[in-house]
Structures are given as structure tokens and as C-alpha cells.
């Protein structure tokens, strides 16, 4: 029998547009766990937690879904309880999602809370799932400056996707009208403390610009015309798990994020 992935998404919203569509980085997680499906390694099931009259919805059903499962929530309710609740009923062994949401809180918690709450391990930004040989998983993580990382994992455990992972395949329209969305009607935990929020959009910080002390032309162009090179960075791979922390607290040190 082959273990159960679930892939959960959620409603995203167009960044110029701000109109609601499929969030990029839940596709991805759709399209990660269809991949894993048609090489016959896991079995999908997709879940959102929400209203499950949005048209959103069909939009990940037309990825080739037959069926698509619903947390009935309202906006102001906790979702945490009750996907925990329906990871734990199902089964499930691996839990596929964005990094992020692109509406509501968008903090990027949601998948460290639910791996913290089940008692799993949390692989962030993956790239690709090679392989799952007896419970074991080999997972190709995404490391900054285009660099990748091989590691090997015990299955379950909860995977986030970036735009390194593969990108999602375009919708069909006929089947995902035809696609089955079941509701879940669970107890409803309001989320007093986010209630009393208010929410902006989010911007862009303002970048810090160059200040060119050149005096002639020529040195004025070189520096206009020059590519930026970024020498801060460095891999640690065979440090001791000290000098690993350390250079990180130097790290916090230099760009002012402790004192």
C-alpha cells in the first residue's frame, strides 16, 4: 500500500489585479505531489480550509483532480486544530504546501506550527522528491544562489515549496467543474487575537542606493555599468554544530538584528 500525501492550499490574490486566483507556491505543492502520484511513490489528496464556494478551487481541481476536500472556516477562525485533526484521520505520511499564503496573515507559521504539533520534521523550500524507497524519502532542497542540497529523510514529514520546485500545469476548465469538493463541517475555534488585527497590503522595503564617489566619466560609467558581486556569503558543510551557530550569531551581529 502506498503512503498518502496531502497537499494543502489555500486562496491566492494577483499581485497586480489583486484578484483571487491559484497561489503559485500551493500549484507547486499540487504539482509536487501529482508527480509523486504518477510515478506510482505516493498516493493525493488535496485539502483547503475555507469557503468552499470560492471558484478557486476548481482552478487546482482542473490539475487533473477528481476530488478536492474543503475545511468548512470562516475568516476569522483557527485553522491549525482542524487540519491537524484531518492529517491525523487520514493517515497522512507527507504534507506538501507553499511557503507562504498570499492573503490573510501570510507569515509564513503555518507549516512550523502544524510540523511542531505533530512531532515531525520540516524540510523548507524543496526542490524536488527524488525518491521514497522503505520509508525513506530523498529530498533535494533549495539552498540560496542556485545551490542544492541531497539529503535523506524518514518519512512523514512536512515539505514546503518555492520557485525552485517544478511549476504548476495549466488548468482545465471541464474537469474541474466536473471535480468533486467534499465539506468537512468541524468545531469552529475563533482566533480572538488575529480578530483584533489590521491588515495592510505588503510592500516593498525601499533599497538603500550606492553613493558613487567617482570623479571622472569613465570611473562614474564603470561603477553604473558594474556587476554586483555579493562576497558576504559562505557554506558551511563539515563545520561542528558550534561553529555553525556561531557564524550565524556573527551573521545576526553584522546586519544589526541583535545587539
Not at 498518502?4 to 509536487?32: C, F, T, W, Y
Amino acid at each position: 500500500m502506498l503512503p498518502k500525501a496531502l497537499a494543502l492550499v489555500s486562496i491566492g490574490r494577483h499581485p497586480q489585479s489583486n484578484r483571487e486566483r491559484r497561489a503559485e507556491q500551493d500549484g507547486r505543492a499540487v504539482e509536487m505531489g501529482l508527480h509523486l502520484q504518477e510515478r506510482q511513490l505516493m498516493t493525493l489528496s488535496v485539502v483547503h480550509a475555507g469557503n468552499a464556494d470560492s471558484p478557486v478551487l476548481r482552478q487546482y481541481a482542473g490539475m487533473g483532480l477528481s476530488r478536492l476536500s474543503v475545511i468548512a472556516q470562516q475568516a476569522n477562525e483557527d485553522v491549525l486544530s482542524p487540519l491537524i485533526d484531518h492529517v491525523k484521520t487520514q493517515g497522512v505520511s507527507l504534507l506538501l504546501m507553499g511557503v507562504r499564503s498570499e492573503m490573510g496573515q501570510s507569515s509564513g507559521m503555518l507549516p512550523y506550527l502544524l510540523a511542531e504539533k505533530l512531532g515531525w520534521p520540516l524540510l523548507p523550500r524543496v526542490a524536488d522528491i527524488q525518491s521514497i524507497d522503505h520509508g525513506v524519502a530523498h529530498v533535494l532542497l533549495a539552498l540560496p544562489r542556485g545551490q542544492r542540497r541531497l539529503v535523506r529523510v524518514a518519512l512523514p514529514f512536512v515539505a514546503t515549496m518555492d520557485k525552485s520546485a517544478k511549476a504548476p500545469r495549466q488548468t482545465a476548465y471541464g474537469p474541474g467543474q466536473r471535480a468533486e469538493i467534499e465539506v468537512i463541517n468541524t468545531t469552529s475555534i475563533e482566533d480572538d487575537v488575529a480578530a483584533q488585527w489590521q491588515f495592510t497590503p505588503a510592500k516593498p522595503r525601499p533599497k538603500r542606493m550606492k553613493v558613487v564617489k567617482a570623479k571622472t566619466a569613465a570611473d562614474r560609467f564603470k561603477a553604473a555599468t558594474a556587476k554586483p558581486v555579493g562576497g558576504g556569503g559562505k557554506v558551511l558543510k563539515n563545520e561542528t554544530v558550534e561553529e555553525k551557530a556561531q557564524a550565524i550569531f556573527d551573521f545576526l551581529l553584522e546586519e544589526k538584528v541583535i545587539r
